[in-house]
Antibody, heavy 124, light 108 residues
Framework: QVQLVQSGADVKKPGASVKVSCKTS????????IHWVRQAPGQGLEWMGW????????SYAQNFQGRVTMTTDMSTSTAYMELSSLRPDDTAVYYC?????????????????WGQGTLVTVSS | EIVLTQSPDTLSLSPGERATLSCRAS???????LAWYKQKPGQPPRLLIY???NRATGVPDRFSGSGSGTDFTLTIRRLESEDFAVYYC?????????FGQGTKVEIK
């Protein structure tokens, strides 16, 4: 079955960068968009952007432009999200999620399944 | 960006009752590009409905979605214990994809 397994929790100081990984299995990695969504403690969901592994195309939400970089490693079917210049209000659980398009770069816009989430804490 | 406003913020109901959750968009959502997710504490969201009214694989038929344009509804026909959770709507008509603030369905 389709699975997305994320890296473990991390603690960073303000100004640092964090890189979260999302290892996928159970489907053809290259053809499906991977989305990143975050959730601050006790808050709602915020979409950060997507990447298409087959060609590395990305789209980032304006709120994160200039600070976020999404990449993939096709050899291990793993997606990465790096967020730089961290601030305390970046403290959140970061999720990766697979787009439910039909594959080969088709975009659906709804997400399933999701990874288990990675808590990133930004604190001095 | 499209702002989604969910109501109510909290819904207090008993098992077996019907739940009706609303999601209103700040502008027209083309082709009913709207999804609903359920999230339980400590878990990632799970897709329930896409295309406003299509149930995702494995979702019980007590969940149904309806609506078009700017007004959408998620109905849970008879609440079961596992349905008490937070529900989010999400639009994918325009980037950035946006979510509502969530409706918490709690046990009365």
């Amino acid at each position: 079955q389709v699975q997305l397994v994320q890296s473990g929790a991390d603690v960073k100081k303000p100004g640092a960068s964090v890189k979260v990984s999302c290892k996928t299995s159970g489907y053809t990695f290259s053809g499906y968009f991977i989305h990143w969504v975050r959730q601050a403690p006790g808050q709602g969901l915020e979409w950060m952007g997507w990447i298409l592994p087959k060609n590395g195309a990305t789209s980032y939400a304006q709120n994160f432009q200039g600070r976020v970089t999404m990449t993939t490693d096709m050899s291990t079917s793993t997606a990465y999200m790096e967020l730089s210049s961290l601030r305390p209000d970046d403290t959140a659980v970061y999720y990766c999620a697979k787009d439910l398009g039909v594959g080969d770069g088709d975009y659906a816009g709804w997400f399933d399944p999701w990874g288990q989430g990675t808590l990133v804490t930004v604190s001095s | 960006e499209i702002v989604l406003t969910q109501s109510p913020d909290t819904l207090s109901l008993s098992p077996g009752e019907r739940a009706t959750l609303s999601c209103r968009a700040s502008q027209h959502v083309r082709n009913n590009y709207l999804a609903w997710y359920k999230q339980k504490p400590g878990q990632p969201p799970r897709l329930l409905i896409y295309g406003a009214s299509n149930r995702a694989t494995g979702v019980p038929d007590r969940f149904s979605g309806s609506g078009s344009g700017t007004d959408f509804t998620l109905t849970i026909r008879r609440l079961e214990s596992e349905d008490f959770a937070v529900y989010y709507c999400q639009q994918y008509h325009l980037s950035p994809e946006t979510f509502g603030q969530g409706t918490k369905v709690e046990i009365k």
